[in-house]
């Protein structure tokens, strides 16, 4: 039995036998946990300082707000600049926020409209930092572990997501939130250092007789033409749109719904982060089924949980159905991820990925302003449930156009 354990955790990991990926993942590792902390902080402060579901939905708007104009730009920038140096300069400068943030919150001249205009410069930052993250997982490993680095860096992501709100819960409950924002700024230390040690052997791939504009407009163009894509797209942005925001109205559930704090709020996030890092680690050791199913059942799954979770009165039977909810979406949201990055020619990855970039991302703030508004006007309950339905019925309906593209494209290229 020993060995076949063996052969499973390479198989797991095997990614991280290239150096390059195994010092980026590293230092996203250490630094991914800070941002996890700021978030939950960030959202405890806003709902301390104003009461407000509709505020929340608003600061976390303005996060996204800033992708839905730009990734797009950040995509044609990232595949005509050397990517590692694009997200030295982005992590830094998000170093640089987090310790302002930190400043401004213990020294007690903490405002709302401050907060608001922090998160948009993190917006700004992101937009240019998503498409060249997204795209640099390829230079540090080649195609053939492409699959195992992106769920391995799900993996990380979820699992700092499960320590990040645990820890930041506590420590807010002690130190205040300030303490979390200077935590995520010394944090950027270890990515930035992870960067500055790595030497990608691939990392521009655009042509330099290329246009700015012809290269945006040769993007969409390939979207355009492969349906699978297209479709498996229009999903990310739905479930980025109505299914996501339930991480927004979090604070909500914990303090008003739920009554179980600070703390249980870092347990409901960290729970539905546990089932994500599950998902992750199945997709990495390769059991799952094939790409396209495991999309549509992740789809499935984290819908149907989170109609379950929305309506939940009781604290453990909500970390549950989050765990669920994290599993289901991290197998549809990386499995899309892994799909197009295996596909997709190497010269137009980073603005292909932008588009993927915009569909998570950049819808984020239309979502977030929805379920803020809504939250307001309907409740906290009943804006996340509908929100999970719409998702339910989205991943049946393009779920099933995807399949039959998919099925056509197979029979068009058999023949």
């Not at 797991?12 to 902080?41: C, D, E, P």
């Not at 691939?202 to 330099?208: E, I, K, T, V």
């Not at 390939?222 to 339930?246: A, H, W």
Request: charged share 10%; aromatic share 12%.
């Amino acid at each position: 039995m020993l060995p076949m354990k063996t052969s499973l955790f390479r198989q797991t990991f095997k990614a991280l036998s290239h150096r390059n990926f195994k010092i980026f993942w590293s230092g996203q590792f250490i630094s991914l946990i800070g941002t996890w902390m700021q978030s939950i902080a960030q959202g405890w402060l806003v709902y301390r300082l104003t009461n407000s579901p509709f505020m929340l939905g608003l600061v976390s708007s303005m996060t996204f707000l800033p992708v839905f104009f730009l990734s797009f730009v950040g995509g044609a920038v990232a595949d005509r600049i050397e990517r590692r140096k694009i997200l030295i300069f982005t992590q830094a400068s998000s170093m640089i926020l987090a310790l302002l943030l930190g400043i401004l919150t213990s020294s007690g001249l903490i405002r709302i409209w401050h907060i608001i205009i922090i998160a948009g410069c993190f917006g700004l930052i992101n937009s240019f930092d998503a498409p060249a993250r997204q795209s640099f997982v390829v230079d540090l490993v080649g195609k053939e572990d492409l699959r195992n680095a992106i769920a391995l860096n799900s993996s990380i992501f979820n699992s700092a997501r499960i320590i990040g709100p645990a820890i930041g819960g506590v420590l807010i409950s002690l130190f205040g939130e300030a303490f979390c924002f200077y935590i995520n700024a010394v944090s950027y230390i270890a990515v930035l250092t992870g960067l500055n040690l790595i030497k990608p052997d691939n990392n521009l791939s655009n042509g330099p007789d290329s246009s700015f504009k012809k290269g945006l407009i040769e993007g969409f163009k390939y979207i355009r033409e492969n349906k699978v894509i297209f479709f498996l797209l229009l999903m990310v942005g739905i479930t980025s749109i109505f299914g996501m925001t339930f991480t927004v109205l979090m604070p909500i559930f914990a303090k008003s719904i739920l009554k179980v704090g600070a703390k249980g709020l870092g347990y409901l996030m960290a729970t539905a982060g546990f089932g994500s890092v599950f998902g992750a680690l199945k997709m990495a050791s390769g059991g799952t089924r094939t790409r396209l199913k495991t999309i549509l059942l992740g789809g499935l799954a984290g819908s149907s949980f989170l109609v379950f979770f929305a309506f939940s009165k009781w604290f453990f039977l909500s970390l549950f159905f989050l765990f669920f909810v994290g599993l289901g979406m991290i197998m549809q949201i990386a499995m899309t991820n892994t799909f197009i990055q295996e596909i997709v020619p190497d010269h137009l990855r980073g603005r292909v990925m932008s588009v993927f970039t915009f569909m998570l991302l950049g819808m984020s703030p239309i979502g977030n302003f929805i379920a803020g508004g809504s939250a307001h006007l309907i409740g906290t309950p009943l804006t996340v449930g509908i929100g999970g339905f719409i998702c339910l019925l989205s991943v049946i309906i393009l779920g099933k156009m995807a399949r039959a593209a998919s099925s056509l494209q197979e029979k068009v290229t058999t023949k």
